[in-house]
């Protein structure tokens, strides 16, 4: 069992930026497996938008590439994901995730393509208004 625990959340402006943070109860565990990013917009299914391998590799969803950013600080064993130049359209919880299988495609995982449930944070909000 890992848990995830996600901040950073909260209200901008769009062209705004703001910096999600997400810590796991194992802080080994990104050197191991995939973690990333989901969102889920109010009346919408949720997205996968960002994934980082425990090499550093990363892969964005078309609607963040870009403006968006995946990073690990090893030292402090924290996940990030930079948000810059927020849109309307990217209000939504944000949800830190971790893949339970090693050497996932970054892609597919994304697109909740593997059988096994990933852990999730309990979620941050994002309102991106003017």
């Known amino acids: 069992q890992v848990d995830l625990v996600e901040s950073g959340g909260g209200s901008v402006q769009p062209g705004g930026s703001l910096r999600l943070s997400c810590t796991a109860s194992?802080?080994?565990?990104?050197?191991?497996?995939?973690m990333g990013w989901f969102r889920q917009a109010p009346g919408k299914k949720r997205e996968g938008i960002a994934a980082?391998?425990?090499?550093?590799?990363?892969f964005y969803a078309q609607s963040v590439k870009g403006r968006f950013t995946i990073s690990r600080d090893n030292i402090k064993k924290i996940l990030y994901l930079q948000l810059d130049n927020l849109k309307l359209e990217d209000t939504a919880v944000y949800y830190c995730?971790?893949?339970?299988?090693?050497?996932?495609?970054?892609?597919?995982?994304?697109?909740?393509?593997?059988?096994?449930?990933?852990?999730w944070g309990q979620g941050t909000q994002v309102i991106v208004s003017s």
């Open positions: 980082l391998d425990p090499d550093t590799s990363w």
């Open positions: 995730a971790a893949a339970r299988r090693r050497g996932v495609s970054k892609r597919l995982w994304l697109e909740g393509q593997y059988s096994e449930p990933n852990y």
């Open positions: 194992d802080d080994t565990y990104s050197s191991q497996y995939t």
